[in-house]
């Protein structure tokens, strides 16, 4: 499973326990978590006490009689893995088969060998029966979709900050924009007050100018840029 890529806890998670309707408490061995909040069960309790008697038989009568035994054992596997019913438990969460995983290569092709059919007599029960390279290639594979998932994601979210962003730059633009018509107007206030002043040969510059010349007592004077405005 880490091979694969995935992280334990966050996209697969082992020996989770789920209580059907009936009271029946069930344990998947490892509940791999697809995007979108889906599910897929993989169990791996298959017996390989037959085929271990197969790689230690001596005569071809023993190879055959554990062979069959081998055979007979995950099909019963299927069978029990069938009446479990996980994607009934998990509702719309699960895909409508169940990994079965047989954890030896030669394990997987010894039972296919002696019985060709059992595959498709598996899937028929929505039992998919796979070996740890078919099992290693479909992780990869929902790694893969999870990678796919978390860029879209990212790329969803910066598109959001993106577009926040860009919201916030075009207000500032515009409170800029209204602080220059602003000025702009206080500008041409300012310009069309002191023209006032200064307008005119009895303006108020030179009406304030005569008096101080006529022996008003100041202490101050106006500046020289407002006396040239005369």
């Known amino acids: 499973l880490e091979k694969s890529g995935l992280r334990k806890d966050e996209e697969y998670f082992t020996q989770q326990s789920e209580t059907t309707d009936d009271g029946r408490r069930l344990q998947p061995d490892v509940v791999v978590k697809l995007p979108d909040e889906k599910f897929l069960i993989v169990d ?26 081998h055979v007979l054992s ?12 996980y994607p009934q438990i998990y509702a719309d969460k699960t895909p409508d088969f169940v990994l079965l995983f047989i954890p030896v290569e030669p394990a997987f092709a010894a039972a296919l060998q002696t ?8 899937f028929e029960k929505n039992i998919v029966i796979v070996s740890p390279s078919t099992l290693l290639a479909t992780l990869f594979t929902i790694n893969t979709i999870w990678k796919r998932d978390r860029q879209n994601k990212y790329a969803l979210e910066i598109a959001d900050r993106g577009g926040a962003l860009y919201d916030k730059f075009v207000l500032f633009a515009e409170s800029l924009e209204e602080v220059g018509r602003r000025i702009e107007q206080t500008q041409k206030s300012y310009d069309e007050a002191k023209l006032r002043l200064s307008e005119g040969s009895g303006n108020v510059i030179r009406q304030v100018e005569m008096l101080k010349e006529l022996g008003a007592k100041a202490t101050k004077q106006l500046p020289e840029s407002m006396k040239k405005q005369e």
Do not use: M, W
Not at 117 to 122: D, F, G, K
């Open 115 to 122: 019985e060709p059919n059992l595959y498709n007599e598996a």
């Open 74 to 85: 995950v099909k019963t596997h299927v069978k029990g893995l069938s009446d479990k019913n």
């Open 44 to 69: 791996s309790k298959v017996s390989l006490t037959a085929f271990e008697r197969f790689t230690s038989a001596e005569d071809e009568a023993e190879i055959q009689s554990a062979l069959k035994q």
